[in-house]
């Protein structure tokens, strides 16, 4: 496992090491590596300079951003989210958390929708979304649409209870199975950009006090034709 970094200081360096990481710091994103496990990125506000920083370091290696950052409100999260951020890390934080966070961004089994225990049906359609679980592909319309792993996985948990809504900590729990302290916020960006990438308005409904409800199809062709 490897972590690397922008501008991190020696002591988290050093301490991610004593856990168990092999760290390599990287002074721009022509020296991190395109065969590597995880980017942390010390960052301390997304602006646009981080934001093109991210952009040149996604052309260059699909390798999750874990993004350190002092202060962050819900429109920086999503810039960051569509530069290629796939997590954050609020200072405060302690180093078992900021390791577990790089953890997760590594292992392959978070990434995927877990599936219930009667077993997911393969196809879950709404309206004109059509999802395959089994192929990891989901259409509009017929046409694909490309969503990030975390993207894909709330997108089933509210596909598989179609009308229902699905309580928020529901949700945090599936996407952010060890708990994290920013796993709230990190949901809207989620749900946010999901939005954004189906493109279907009223699809996801906010359900206040609650969580968040796919509509049924029924519900959904009502909605557009009126």
Not at 34 to 39: K, Y
Not at 155 to 180: I, Q
């Amino acid at each position: 496992m490897t972590g690397l970094g922008r501008r991190r200081s020696r002591t988290v360096s050093g301490g991610l090491a004593i856990l168990g990481f092999e760290v390599r710091e990287a002074a721009g994103d022509a020296d991190v590596p395109i065969q590597t496990d995880v980017v942390l990125l010390d960052c301390g506000v997304i602006d646009d300079e981080v934001l093109a920083y991210c952009r040149r370091l996604r052309r260059r290696t699909q390798a999750p951003i874990v993004a350190v950052t002092q202060r962050v409100d819900l429109q920086a999260w999503l810039r960051g989210h569509e530069a290629g951020i796939d997590d954050y890390a609020v200072q405060p934080f302690g180093l078992q958390e900021l390791a577990a966070r790089l953890r997760l961004s590594v292992t392959p089994g978070r990434e995927q929708p877990p599936p219930p225990p009667t077993g997911p049906p393969q196809r879950l359609t709404a309206g004109p979304l059509v999802v395959s679980e089994g192929a990891r592909t989901v259409e509009i319309h017929g046409t694909r649409v490309d969503l990030r792993p975390k993207e894909f996985q709330l997108l089933v948990a509210l596909m598989r209870k179609v009308g229902r809504a699905v309580p928020r900590e529901e949700l945090v729990a599936t996407l952010w199975p060890t708990g994290w302290a920013g796993a709230e916020r990190s949901l809207e960006v989620h749900v946010a950009s999901l939005r954004a990438k189906i493109a279907l308005p009223g699809m996801i409904a906010t359900v206040r006090g609650v969580g968040y409800r796919m509509v049924t199809p029924e519900s959904f062709l009502r909605f557009t034709a009126a």
